[in-house]
């Protein structure tokens, strides 16, 4: 059995900067990897949750998100038997959705000092949408083992853009636009996202608003 990771990053902006944000984390076809991690006690040093922790952990998230301002039909769908992922909500505006994002994972480590949340991934000015990441730590790729770097380059990260008028053009040269011009794809995989996060960089313009 494989160890592929897939993940989607679905975004949904409206003409008035609403939308919908939706991410999954698919990692049914590691399994078995997983489980046998699960049933140690630590790894590499650091202390192996249990389901209940994990599942505990992703509920506190979730009820953090549920109280932020803007945010509304905040769920998630979580698979511990497939390992399946389904985070989604609703926003305000993007700028409602990326504040509370990072207010969260400062409020979860309050102590550290963490560089990438000064970097700002959502832009949306009415006529186009900025999409980027933050470059990510030179320690994660330097800690990653042989197998897990392959099994990263073997996966699917797929990012969507999705609107409610036609995309006039855009900048990142490796999307794709959809047939009706209403949704761009950018598809990569998590090993070349740790390596060069840009990526994922695109700005995207749209057509004008019909009056």
Wanted: charged share 30%; aromatic share 8%.
């Amino acid at each position: 059995m494989g160890s592929c990771v897939e993940i989607i990053d679905d975004l949904y902006v409206k003409s008035d900067g609403s939308g919908t944000f939706k991410y999954t984390v698919n990692l049914s076809s590691s399994v078995v990897k997983i489980n046998s991690i699960l049933a140690l006690d630590s790894l590499d040093g650091r202390k192996v949750p249990s389901i209940s922790e994990i599942q505990e952990k992703l509920n506190t998230y979730l009820t953090k998100l549920e109280k932020k301002e803007g945010l509304s039909n905040v769920k998630l769908d979580a698979n511990y038997k497939d390992f399946i992922f389904k985070f989604q909500c609703e926003f305000t505006n993007v700028q409602v959705l990326q504040k509370a994002i990072k207010e969260i994972v400062q409020e979860e480590n309050k102590n550290t000092e963490i560089k990438e949340l000064d970097h700002n991934w959502l832009a949306w000015d009415g006529t186009k949408l900025v999409r980027s990441i933050p470059t990510m730590p030179e320690k994660i790729s330097e800690r990653m083992k042989k197998e897990d770097a392959e099994a990263l380059q073997k996966g699917t990260y797929l990012s969507i853009s999705r609107f409610d008028r036609t995309i006039e053009k855009y900048d990142n040269p490796v999307a794709k636009l959809s047939g009706n011009k209403l949704a761009i794809l950018i598809k990569t995989n998590p090993y070349s996202l740790t390596q060069n996060t840009e990526l994922l960089e695109n700005t995207i313009y749209l057509s004008a608003l019909k009056k």
